[in-house]
């Protein structure tokens, strides 16, 4: 279907959101609780965008609209800068550090509120490590508590039995507030620690012991190298036997 965005004729799917549709296209619309690889949130409305459908003109996030023909979509405005510029301001007094949103700040010309105090810590409660954690299947972690002390963590801040130590919430958050600390014995992240998964053949770390055998299945441990080579020794062998 054909929507409009930014002036600009856009081929877009059935099933995209306006997001989806415009980074197809290259089209700038900022974000920072959105992932191609997981649910959406919807969290942090840095995405809002003007539409103008069957005459009626509205404002809505992005990430959460589905594209319907005809669409025309304004991506940079008055009224979109107004708004950006206020969760910008708040989101910079959850995440005074965060490089990301610095950088957001500046594109938009944004100084920080004096009365917004910053708090400790770097979460925006985006949620998308959360949902990572669902992707796994571990559901180790969820946002615990309400209100100014809302927090993401483990079920009553204790060791998840369900956590494997992948770090994938580490991955997908956009502050990188997730604290993962790698040493040469293993790994601790949400107060518990793993120990690592080596390669039996040549002894490289291909994770912790639980990430491991949660995504192969395997009890022998043998990384990636080793396996195409055992794979291609085989095979070798194998049409040495033929001719």
Known sequence: MNILIDGKQVLAQ???????????EGIFIPSLCYNEATEP?????????????????????????KVKEGLVVTTESESLYQVRKTLLRLLYAQAPENSSIVALMERYQVVPKEKLVPKEGQCILCGLCVEACKKLGAAAISTIHRGVIKEVNTPYGIQA??????????????T???????????????????????????????????????STGDTQVICPDCRRKTMTDVFADTLGELY
């Open 14 to 24: 059935p099933e995209d959101t306006i997001l989806m549709a415009a980074r197809r």
């Open 41 to 65: 949130t919807h969290s942090c409305r840095l995405c809002m965008v003007e539409i103008q459908e069957n005459g009626r003109a509205d404002m809505v996030a992005s990430c959460a609209y």
């Open 161 to 174: 039995k369900n956590c494997i130590g992948c770090a994938s919430c580490a991955g997908f958050c956009p």
């Open 176 to 214: 990188h507030c997730i604290t993962v600390e790698d040493t040469e014995e293993g790994r601790t992240i949400w107060n518990k620690k793993f120990k690592w998964a080596r390669c039996e053949v040549c002894g490289a770390i291909v994770g912790t012991e639980q990430h491991y055998k949660a």
